[in-house]
């Protein structure tokens, strides 16, 4: 009973899934549904920008350390010290106490350094002559005036020549053609007249 009710629910929903294409089935025989068309505007995936790389930075060498050392000035070695008169030991030190360094290193002194530069001397030019006039001067100082400018000149102007006298027109001469001669008629020239031929036929024979 169980298995015939599970049979028919799919019976059902197969029919159901089969009368919601009706369309389909009919004209291409096939249940099988395209994808919907794409949506104006398209887009189409593009691939993904490759990773950012930093550009190369060709580092230069460091420059070289300008390095000059210091001068060591070493002070004076210590004064030698010398015993008072009498010696408190006239003889030799029973215990004399060796020196730890018999031959200590030389200590190489830098050479001090070089003088500042000298300043060149100026030698001070003597103070000008003090010019003293009684009061009051008989002579003031002098004004130097410069020179007076040149004085103006209009710019030469070339001239051009005066135009022309507009005089009268020359007077206009009107040659006049002689007449013309009276018209005559063009002379006929009348040929004779044709003579007149009179060709006489000669009389018929006579009728027999």
């Known amino acids: 009973m169980g298995s015939l009710v599970a049979s028919a629910s799919v019976a059902l929903v197969l029919a159901i899934i089969f009368l919601s294409f009706p369309s389909e089935i009919s004209a291409n025989h096939y249940g099988y549904s395209s994808p919907p068309p794409p949506v104006k505007p398209y887009h189409y995936p593009s691939p993904p920008p490759p990773p950012y790389k930093k550009p190369y930075k060709y580092h230069s060498p460091p420059p070289p350390v300008h ?67 009684p009061s009051p001067s008989p002579y003031p100082h002098p004004v130097y005036h410069s020179p007076p400018p040149p004085p103006y000149k209009k710019p030469y102007a070339y001239h051009s020549p005066p135009p022309p006298v507009h005089s009268p027109p020359p007077p206009h001469y009107y040659y006049k053609s002689p007449p013309p001669p009276p018209y005559k008629k063009p002379y006929a020239y009348h040929s004779p007249p044709p003579p007149h031929y009179y060709y006489k036929s000669p009389p018929p024979p006579p009728y027999h």
Do not use: A
Not at 73 to 88: D, F
Not at 99 to 109: E, L, Q, S, T
């Open 67 to 133: 390095y000059t050392p210091h001068p060591v000035y070493h002070s004076p070695p210590p004064p030698e010290h010398k015993y008072p008169y009498p010696h408190p030991h006239p003889h030799p030190h029973p215990h004399p106490h060796p020196h730890p360094h018999p031959y200590p290193h030389p200590v190489y002194h830098s050479p001090p350094p070089p003088p500042p530069p000298k300043k060149p001397y100026k030698y001070p030019s003597p103070p000008p002559p003090v010019h003293k006039y």
